[in-house]
């Protein structure tokens, strides 16, 4: 039996030292039918393991509804890391930031009444221990002592930043190892004495979440971790974007240098990320410390595996540092074609935004979550009252991006990013209301906070009272008439001769979402940074393809252009 344990200054497999060189995949970001290429171009830069966040929100949207197939089968995707020889570490959360959408918790969770998110409140302690035992039903054969690649497991994540919570901590260690978990326990926090104080518990293993100053986060850590080995759990080698900001980047020869520091001086890594993948559809998720910023649809995270899967300089440059101190495999990825360029003309097919055909009614707009909504766009109506106009229309706060239209003419914008909540309309009969949830906070405390217009609503001072709520299906987007003007749908066909990565440039429309072959791709806007999006090849197919833009605001040309290359935007000068 293999066994994988904490010695007195380093992890042990077999009894004998072992510095564990990992690099983090999110399987949920990935498509699974690269998953296999994902991590055999992160074993070929020199890992012996590799990490994963567990998403509940992916596995369980729906109250009751758990999935652990395809795109969520978690037990796949540990046996393809264990079918390249490479061991695994599993974080599961609940909770896992990762700018992911609600920081992975499920909106059905945050949304319940009275609960108390990242405590030890019973109504989120009984759906958190069912979710981990769910979680664990899969980690728990596939240990390294029961015959598998498992090495660790995580309890919380980051929480010193967040809470001090120590009766829930003992709640999720109690959990997970009445769930059969026999591995180390380990926690992560930065190296911040107050956080790593507030986030552990005796008998868990502590570990760090630095990008930089290796060796003096590494002093912090075993200040706190007086025994046993030092790890990062989390080394930053890159960053995330969001809308309105730059591509972030850093200097490949920097991160080498730190993760040589790191490696040096004995100290286990975990790489974040080695390949961060796509938010595709609408799974980011956004940042709010005094500005809303929420997550760009890319993932790329200037990793040193790129989006498309693209080793990079940085790449290279971890494998050396990596060679000094561990076998490293002689096959090297060879760098991969520039994808077909080619356009495509588009079909205007009128404006897609849905009558109204309300699931609620109220004084208030209800929000997101009172009409059971996973989507990112609510239509809201109401009948105005008859004044002379022009008039002042205020909202108590909008979530986060609002069209405001008056007898169906577009009058208006509100972002919530610019702190925008009131503008002056026209007078009319009618007001509509399109909100698009931009990205649910995944981070500090405004997790789990709702979506949608919040009131009182007012006009010129007077309260808007009897709105009604229509969820918008994108799916089931259809356009009502012809052109492409404005909000519209657009819709073309495209031939290949294999299925193939793509690159769809989107700087010739305003903002909206795009579809190929039903698969969703994602978000764009032209906010900046973002210029392209990815088009994984399985989603496409030899033959003939459809493309489909559903645009919420201009289309400067009825043209799909598909480039050779990414454009993730502008870098810092």
Known sequence: MTTFSIGETDFLLDGKPHQVISGTLHY??????????????????????????????????????????????????????????????????????????????????????????????????????EYLRRVYEIVAPRQIDRGGNVVLVQIENEYGAYGSDKTYLRELVRVTEDAGITVPLTTVDQPMPWMLEAGSLPGLHLTGSFG?????????????????????????????????????????????????????????????????????????????????????????????????GQPTAKFHAFREVIAKYAPVPEFVPAPRPEAPAFEVALSGEGDWMPAPTPVAIADDPPSFEQIAHLGPLVRYDVELPAFAGPAALVFAEVRDLAWVHVDDTPVG??????????????????????????????????????????????????PLTGWTATPVALEAAEGTGAGSVGRVLLRGSFDLDASADLFLDTTSWGKGFAFVNGFFLGRYWNNVPQNTLYVPGPATRAGANEIVVLELEHAVEAVARFVAEPSLGQLEE
Request: proline content about 6%; charged content about 20%; glycine content about 10%.
């Open 28 to 129: 949920f970001r990935i498509h699974p039918d690269h998953w296999v290429d994902r991590i055999r171009t992160a074993k070929a830069m020199g890992l012996n393991t590799i990490e994963t966040y567990v998403a509940w929100n992916a596995h369980e949207p729906v109250r009751g509804e758990w999935d652990a197939t395809g795109w969520n089968d978690l037990g796949r995707f540990l046996d393809l890391i264990a079918d390249e020889g490479l061991h695994a570490i599993v974080r599961p959360g609940p909770y896992i930031c990762a700018e992911w959408h609600n920081g992975g918790l499920p909106v059905w969770l945050t949304s319940t009444p009275g609960i108390g998110i990242r405590r030890s409140e019973p109504q989120f302690i009984d759906a958190v221990s």
């Open 212 to 308: 930089s100053r290796s060796e003096e986060r590494l002093a912090t850590l075993r200040e706190h971790q007086p025994t046993g080995p030092l790890m990062c759990s989390e080394f930053w080698d890159g960053w995330f974007d969001w809308w309105g900001s730059i591509h972030h980047t850093t200097d490949p020869a920097a991160s080498a240098h730190d993760l040589d520091v790191l490696l040096a001086a004995g100290a286990s890594v975990n790489i974040y990320m080695v390949h961060g993948g796509t938010n595709f559809g609408t799974t980011n998720g956004a940042n709010d410390k005094g500005r809303f910023d929420p997550i760009v649809t890319s993932y790329d995270y200037d990793a040193p595996i790129d989006e498309s």
């Open 413 to 462: 914008r509100l972002s919530r990013t610019l702190h925008e909540r009131a503008l002056t309309i026209p007078a009319g009969a009618r007001l509509t209301v399109l909100v698009e949830d931009q990205g649910r906070v995944n981070y500090a405390d405004r997790l789990g906070e709702a979506k949608g217009l919040f009131g009182p609503v007012t006009l010129n001072g007077e």
